[in-house]
């Protein structure tokens, strides 16, 4: 089976359909993400909209007690936990034809791939988890006109801690699209 994120260009002939176009998975001025959300990530989540769940049923309780304001404000409480739970869902590295994404929860930063200048794996220390504590591990660091980025992921982080083989090979498909695209 092949890989979205495989080849940057030129698709190869299993990435074609009968008439020779490419697939629709195939196009790349799509964002997309080279690698799926790790299990902390989506631990976290699962937690998060669980409790969204049970302030909704809360507020439907408050309701049914005729206490129109402190179910507005349960609603109101749950809506923004799930706004913040699909933003730490769409954090992480997202690719395209159009350069390279590096979603944060408050800030994202997008680097056209004119302007990258170098994309490498360095071992230097990272954080777990993104806590204050940091370890020494790997991290994909981009280089770009201007001045370098903070680390785009690392081996640490709530999609690859305890993954290190899903790390390289997102690693891999990075530099690959840089390689390709620069």
């Known amino acids: 089976m092949s890989l979205p994120f495989r080849s940057a260009t030129a698709p190869a002939n ?3 359909d009968v008439t020779g ?3 629709p998975h195939d196009v790349h001025d799509r964002w997309m993400r080279p690698y799926r959300p790790g299990p902390w990530r989506v631990g976290v989540a699962a937690l998060a909209l669980m409790l969204a769940a049970y ?3 809360a507020a439907l309780i408050m ?3 005729k206490s129109v304001e402190g ?4 609603v109101l409480l749950a809506v923004l936990v799930i706004a913040g ?3 730490l869902l769409r ?3 997202w690719l395209s034809g159009k350069g390279l994404r590096q979603v944060g929860y408050f800030a994202t930063v997008t ?3 004119q302007h990258v200048t170098s994309v490498r794996t360095a071992q230097q220390p990272v954080r777990v988890l993104g806590l204050p504590r940091s370890v020494q591990g790997q991290a994909l660091v981009i280089v770009r006109r201007g001045g370098p980025l903070k680390p785009l992921m690392t081996d640490h982080n709530a999609d690859f801690l305890g993954r290190v083989e899903a790390f390289d090979i997102a690693a891999d498909a990075i530099e690959g699209w840089a390689l390709e695209l620069r």
């Open 63 to 65: 309701a049914a007690a």
């Open 111 to 113: 680097v056209p791939w």
């Open 14 to 16: 299993d990435d074609l």
């Open 21 to 23: 176009r490419p697939l």
């Open 55 to 57: 302030l909704l049923f």
């Open 91 to 93: 954090m992480g590295v």
């Open 85 to 87: 739970t699909l933003r």
């Open 71 to 74: 179910a507005g404000v349960l």
